[in-house]
């Protein structure tokens, strides 16, 4: 992989390979990283979970251990695509890829994961920067990511009918008093929405959202759904989301 | 009535081979030597061809050939034919631009055919058409019909000026005029027709093949009608004539009208068979399918209703633009004229009806029939504006459309758009959908939603369609360049099993079955004594195809009277082996029996008699094999009555489907499984169009919703189970009193859809919306913003 | 171009593909296996889910470089012994199919339900379904073709 000008891992193969064959990705070398044993554990280590990278969606949404500790991210899992694409698609691929509509991205900036790599170790938000951009080097791959498992946590999205990616999906989770509100598929990239936080900090229900936004972002506006309506979409799905945290 | 006779719920002959994955489709389909091709589409809405570039493309690896549009031109290959002359209201007839297989001079759609690349494998094909340089000065597009209409738009063709194709009118416009002004009530609507991509999942494909030592060519495609397709390329655009052209549809992955018509491909894989001397393939890719198959409806309508002050329907004035795309698909300009404002009586007795219609040229991909084709056009507008009325008058929406029924004593009833009923009982079906969904219930479950905070509406359609395409002689005299008869062949074998052969084909409807129950039913044999033959120029005699809801009805009719051909032989057969009069032999459960004694004779016997005739009618011919070609007398008038009912979260604005109610007169049913199957799959549809699904052009041409990333096809968790109802009358004019059944659903469910939703947006102030009703335009209806 | 070892339908497989060779072409051009079908070319339409290793995956998301050493069902080998796999039965009782194109998908898609729940109820069974595309039937009798085929499976409770 080194010795490639722009390689990519394969991992699942569910963003790449539609890339591929539509002529919209097409990097010199593609190293394939399925079936690697190292990467595909689910465990519980102290006050988290570690999933490898290479487990897959439907891994995590049947995995005793994410459903005992954040039966949100089982959840979350469990609705991403459709089910081929679970038995396919890995947490460290849709990580890598950042898709501004992914799910997990949402997953881990509101549990305040950490993504680890083959050399480093990078906080969730400082590793979304942007659309379909990450800090990860060419030859640098995910190992595993290490979720901090909240006292509540829900996620709650609005689909779009077509792709099926969200329009606005809201992972809200409570730990320690805090509370982190993260927001995907609105933006170019996944946000936290610290004005939803304080409101909820303060008085955690639903109505405690009332006229609170997800700040000032900029959304995105596209013949899926306007800027206007994933930003009002983003405040029912996250008050449907602090419901669900019940 | 035999157990695999009419009226039997068989189970599918055809399925054995598709459960098993043994189905034939063309693409499954490799010749011997067989090279692929690629096309190279233009990305531009609208440009002149500058040069083109072959050089790298040609010496590219595994590159056999690559064509343009000269190369088409020196070998003097003629355009696309269109199969339908409209003329204007005033006499002239329509515009009728030139349509090449390789885009010539202009290119005019985004995805238009510029080149072709034959090579070795499709990954080389593929790979030399990223490598084709052509020159494109780019043109300002006519992306839509408001900018194809607007003063001063960019011309699609210079010769159509206005980017008109006809200006065409039906009806009678003083008698219309003179029903509004003595009128109480005129209700008026703004709409539009959602434009379609009509995406049946097997994607189109054809492989041309060429024999030099028989002078024979082959073309396997993805076709509904392969009789047409074969008259048309053979005869207008290549100049084969039909015995040395052979048109062969295999399994065919559905059609929904987007595979009737004739496309460039077809033409480009036949044409560069016989030049690279090799069997050449193109499957399409699902990216290429949605800028290369033919669109549905886009329109843009103006109607008006008027009314007496009891709600009795005085006339009615209908203005339309159509979007015809960029070229004349091959039924293109009669989509929006003569199978759209010939059904704007619907079921009712209005008497002075007016339609002026616009067919306009666009940068866009050819619009043409997608399953319904211009009558689920008329009925959005009939049905819409009806329930508009009934809200304007104060008056219930199911009285009103009760009111002005045509009433079971007046048929045969005269329209004034041209069309004669038959037959109907438009009461009795309404009744039937009622029934089905408790329409009188609803007040309950609109309450009980609302203690949910949801938002619930019920709505109700009520329609006819003209199907059973069609008396050739009427089609003829409204422009139809084609007869629209069927053909049926029977021939029953030495040994008393059958096969048919129709000109229909059978791509979903189970014409395999439903046709082999027909012989069935007349003959005396078993279904599975029947084989039905279809899909082959090289062994059906002729045909018309499948579209329009027509098989049955005029297909199916074929058949019946070649088994009656079949059966008045075997009686001369048969009598002479009982030393009886033909007169005096009557056929029924398979025997030929003399009247009023004991003798009878098998089919078996007399079709044995039939090819080993020793012992033999004098001057009969051996055999038994009849052929008969069906022209119908008139069209059918399958009618029917929907109602949907759905629940709306008003944060969010989804609409959800909770009951879709569907009552229909299809006539008379062969197989009610088969019937059932098509009317769910029509509902899918109409309820994808009416929620989901919209083909958009951007202002610059380029289409926005290129796949189904962004193109809303519903999905399992999209709909509810359907209730489905009969209320039968059988067809007057055709043997087996069918009527047909293909496109009732798409037809008829989509305005109830939408009447639902204005229903359950009652209080928001809101009289129309368009389709889909999306989330989004849901909301902005519920939040003041407009819909 | 490598050379991949699989089995298919319970046969050994052994062939040479080239690095991007998508699964499901190597099945319909390779093994001649045309049963799983291709009706897009975003992953979405669900006509070419296979089996790999039991599971559903679609093969046209997959290279079949990354199938070596598993096992693969296609549609032609759910029928063992010239006896129909109950849910093609289903299918054909139920008229879960029209133009048959999308059918080998649905059904390689039921038959992994089932093997999961043994027995889902129209909704789990519709939301299952989110991966594949059917334009005939209006999933109506697709999904009654589905629950039946889990009953006769031995799941109804």
Known sequence: MREASDGKFLAGGQSLIPLLKLGMASPDRVVSITGIAELSGIERSGDAVVIGAGATHADVASSDVVREAIPALGALAAAIGDPQVRNRGTLGGSVAHADPAADYPAALVALGATVVTDRREMPAEEFFVGMFDTPLESDELIT????????????????????????????????????????????????RATQMEEALANDFSAAALDGVGVGDVDALSDVEASAEYRLHLAGVMARRAVEACG | MNDTGIGAALRRKEDARFITGRGRFTDDINRPGQAYAFIVRSPEAHAELGAIDTTDAESAPGVVAVFTGADLAADEVGGLPCGWQIHSKNGTPMVEPPHPALAQGRVRHVGDPVALVVAETKAEARAAAGLVDVDYRPLPPAANLVQARADGAPLVWDDAAGNLCYDWELGDAAATDAAFEGADHVVTLELTNSRLIPNAIEPRAAIGEYDPSADMHTLYTTSQNPHVIRLLMGAFVLGIPEHKLRVVSPDVGGGFGSKIFHYAEEVLMTWAAKKVGRPVKWTAERSESFMSDA?????????????????????????????????????????????????FAGCYTTPAIYANVKGVFTNTVPVDAYRGAGRPEAVFVLERLVDKAAKMLGMDRVEIRRKNFIQPDQFPYQTPVALEYDVGDYEGTLDTALELADWGGFPGRREEAASRGKLRGIGLSTFVEACGLAPSAVAGALGARAGLFEVGQVRVHPTGSVTVFTGTHSHGQGH?????????????????????????????????????????AVGGSAIYNAVEKVIEKGTKIAAHLMEASPEDVTFENGSFSVVGTDKSVALGDVALTAYVPHNYPEGLEPGLEETAFYDPKNFTFPAGAHVVEVEIDPETGVVELVNVCAADDVGTIVNPMIVEGQMHGGLAQGIGQALLEECIYDDEGQLVTGSYMNYTMPRAADLPYFKTGHNITACTHNPLGAKGVGEVGSIGVPPAVINAVVDALSDYGVDHMNMPATSERVWRIINGAGG | MSTVSLTVNGKPVSADVESRTLLVDFLRE????????????????????????????????????????????????????GTLHPIQEAFREHHGLQCGYCTPGMMMSGVDLIAQNADPDEQEIREWLEGNLCRCTGYHNIVAAIKSAAATMGGAS
Do not use: W
């Not at chain 1, 989770?173 to 996944?190: K, Q």
């Not at chain 2, 027909?518 to 005699?541: C, M, N």
């Not at chain 3, 470089?65 to 693969?72: D, I, Q, R, Y």
């Open chain 2, 295 to 343: 669109h549905g409806r886009d329109h843009v309508t103006t109607a008006a209703l008027a009314l007496d002050a009891e709600g009795a329907f005085l006339g009615l004035r209908v203005k339309t633009d159509a979007n015809l795309g960029a070229y004349l698909s091959t039924f293109g300009p009669a989509v929006p004229t003569y199978l759209y404002a010939t059904l």
């Open chain 3, 30 to 81: 390779t093994l001649g296996l045309t049963g799983t079908h291709v009706g897009c070319d975003t992953s979405q339409c669900g006509a070419c889910v296979v089996h790999v290793d039991g599971t559903s995956i679609k093969s046209c998301a997959m290279l079949a470089a990354e199938v070596a050493g598993s096992a693969v069902t296609t549609v032609e080998g759910l029928a063992s012994n």
């Open chain 2, 512 to 552: 395999e079955t439903t046709f082999a129950q027909i012989v069935s039913d007349r003959l005396g044999v078993s279904a599975d004594q029947v084989e039905v033959v279809h899909g082959d120029t090289g062994s059906v005699p002729f045909g018309m195809g499948t579209y329009g809801s027509r098989s049955l």
């Open chain 1, 144 to 191: 595993t990511v290490r979720f901090p498992v909240p006292e509540q946590a829900a996620y709650v999205k609005f689909r779009n009918p077509a792709s099926k990616y969200a329009i606005a999906g809201v992972m809200v989770a409570r730990s320690n008093g805090s509370v982190r509100v993260a927001v995907t598929g609105v933006a170019g990239s996944v946000f």
